[in-house]
């Protein structure tokens, strides 16, 4: 199982130059993992490439893929473990909270064990702070 952030599934649901590699990677692990407001976070993106000028018919296909990532993604959703995380992140890095809490719920959901698991990542400074904590960051 690897840790998907929104910037990698967004790549997923919407044709776009860096679609292949994550493409590559979920075929090779089917298995996903997000914090529990991912889906919030998927919404967004595609609402803002809809006012971005993306095609209602491409918004329609993604939110599609994204309910069949629904159906069988995993989730991390204890609050008070990612926000305690979250909390230190944001000290150590410079990061969004919406990514802060990204981070934290991998570093939950490893067991504070980076080592063992991968990072799926496209956002420069999501994937540099990762990688700093521990995580191999893919592609």
Do not use: K, N
Not at 5 to 20: I, M, Y
Not at 49 to 76: I, N, Y
Not at 110 to 133: I, N
């Amino acid at each position: 199982m690897r840790f998907w952030d929104s910037s990698a599934l967004l790549a997923l649901l919407l044709e776009e130059q860096r679609s292949s590699p994550v493409l590559a990677l979920l075929h090779e692990d089917p298995q996903i993992a997000v914090w529990c407001l991912t889906e919030v976070e998927m919404e967004s993106g595609i609402a803002r490439r809809l006012r971005e000028g993306l095609d209602p018919e491409d918004a329609r296909t993604a939110r599609s893929r994204l309910g069949q990532l629904l159906e069988r993604w995993h989730e991390v959703a204890s609050l008070e473990g990612v926000r305690r995380r979250a909390t230190r992140l944001l000290r150590s890095h410079a990061l969004s909270a919406a990514d802060a809490l990204q981070l934290g719920a991998a570093l939950l959901l490893c067991g504070e064990r980076p080592d063992m698991m991968d990072f799926v990542c496209l956002d420069d400074r999501l994937a540099a702070a990762a990688s700093r904590e521990g995580f191999q960051v893919l592609p």
